[in-house]
């Protein structure tokens, strides 16, 4: 078994040197992975890939306890999360959002009338810090543990981490409760935020922050605490969770005693007693906000009568106690220097606004987004800023704005400053990556490429997609393998895949020399390759990637059309050459009176097969393919008419994969456990899923049982 099919065998089936083999491969790739993420602090796999590796690496071990060695001790050992899981005893909650004078009005009037209050009601009024919360629990004085929110009830144990911020006290003096949590948020200051990220730039690789809160949540959470040190991170406390006494009555009394003992506190906190007051230091916090030297997106009212706090209680997840008063996105003025076209993986082309470099809220802005076409011609669109018309110009002075992590964007243009030679953006209908059409749906925003089989910004997505186990399903050419040969320039398009082979006993360099790959991997790869020349219709059609033709369509035009000519062909005469309309002719009328068809799918077909490189991709990949009449559905398997739930993290295959293998097997899946679950698939991590089906009598297994149990190892 050549070593980069080795990572597809279940644990429990690899032999002995096999599982050398994968154990070795799998400590490299972790120890490369660790240093990535430690040093260069530019983790290139997401955390559930880097789990992955580590369960199976601990996976192994446990079946081939010889295997654990001084690499993968260091490597494996650990929990297979990077941080373990801490319950907050009292749960962390949310607040309830203001977002302008009459939400104050009301939540005050809410307070009173739910408590039968007919004067006034004294409450505090602080910054909202914009950072992440962290709750820090101490037991005789002593800092024992630091955990993040998380989802409120369990969060991520970071003590380690928490220690070597100079704010958090390891000790607090004597005479303080058995138990104290103190809750606070931990933030980066502004001048911090900007030297950091002038390091990182300086390092090269090109990874910054984005803004100072995801600077503060990326160097917390750090699995070295060193990197952790080596970042400027502040506390301020200003809430608790779990206490074996009250150090005071009310929640200033509350901040006070935590200031008495050391930790930080907003000196900007103060005392309210109308919703005027409230009010008035809304405003001059907004003022002053740019010059705090950190974010803050508003102001949290809280009801400083803790015995008041009580009776009052919670709404679901936020206390009727609170509210969180948000300010307006902070904006600045500056010109546009220039517009980008970006092409995404799946094609849309995005325009990015390139921007005279502006200081926002202490944050450099350079880049905005410009969302789409009519966004730069003033039309607007969902949840955007409209302009009325107003469209915006290369030269234009305008008016941006940055909230939260929100990317920045264009919210006016400021017309008396307009350039007299500025001309209306025209925006490209050809792919800047390209070449293909670019083109836009009915009713859609978005202008894609469609050039899709052969567009580079797509191409590794689309041979990923055409590759994929409903697709093609080609074993020994996964996403590292399309990417490797992408680079390589071995494949650019579906075809190439197929003349591997013969190219490959041409090359210089042959494939069985290059990394990752042997004399036997190369030849099962050319097999598995040879295997698949022959392929039902409905996955070609698939394969394909035409948008909006999922499974479910490419079934349908394959049974209605039965050859692949045909369907081509069809979409072909839909749009003539000439100034025919599309619309009426009998293609057309054809492909939208195919049961379950509808305008939208036939055009994105139509569109397909306009585009010339696509027409010529398709020929050469019918050179290499023939598709085989429509596959017969499933019946006989061992989990037809059953109904299944995925539940957890999958790592052989993703969710989308899990449910279209189901149905494919005749199975129906479900997105919630109830009596009419007949069996539930959990990866780890699986929650509540795995109690409601021992509740009911669902039978569960694990991934690998579900690959078992559907004879598809
Ligand atoms: S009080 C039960 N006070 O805002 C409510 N939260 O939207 C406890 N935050 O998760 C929170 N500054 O991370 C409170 N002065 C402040 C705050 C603050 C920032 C954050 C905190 C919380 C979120 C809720």
Redesign the pocket.
Known sequence: MPSDLLREIPVDTLKADEAAREHERLSAEIAENDLRYHQEDAPVISDADYDALRRRLVAIEARFPELRSAVSTSVGAAPSVKFAKVPHVVP????DNAFDDQDVVDFIDRARRFLKIEGAISFTA????DG??LSLRYEGGRLVTAAT?GDGFEGENVTVNARTIGDIPEKLPAGVPEIVEIRG?CYMAHVDFQALNARMAAAGGGKTFANPRNAAAGSLRQLDPKITASRPLRFFA??WGEMSAMPAETQMGMVEAFASWGLPTNPRMTLCSTVEEALAFYHALETDRAGLGYDIDGV?YKVNSLALQNRLGFVSRS?RW?V?HKFAAEQAVTVLNGIDIQVGRTGALTPVAKLEPITVGGVVVSNATLHNEDYIRGIGGDGLPIRDGVDIRVGDTVVIQRAGDVIPQIVSVLLDRRPADAVPYEFPTLCPVCGSHAVREEGEAVRRCTGGLICSAQAVERIRHFVSRNAFDIEGLGEKQVQAFHEWGLITEPADIFTLEARDAGQLQRLKNRDGFGETSARNLFAAINERRSIALNRFIYALGIRHVGETNAKRFARHFGTVEAFRDTALAARPPGPELLKGNDAWVELVGIEGIGAVVAEAVVDFFDEPHNRDAFARLLEQVTPQPLEAAKTDSPVAGKTVVFTGTLVRMTREEAKAMAERLGAKVAGSVSKKTDLLVAGPGAGSKLKSAAENGVEVIDEDGWFTLVGAE
């Open positions: 962390m909650l949310s607040l602080e910054p909202k810090i992440l919360s929110r948020e200003y809430a949290v206390p609170a969180a």
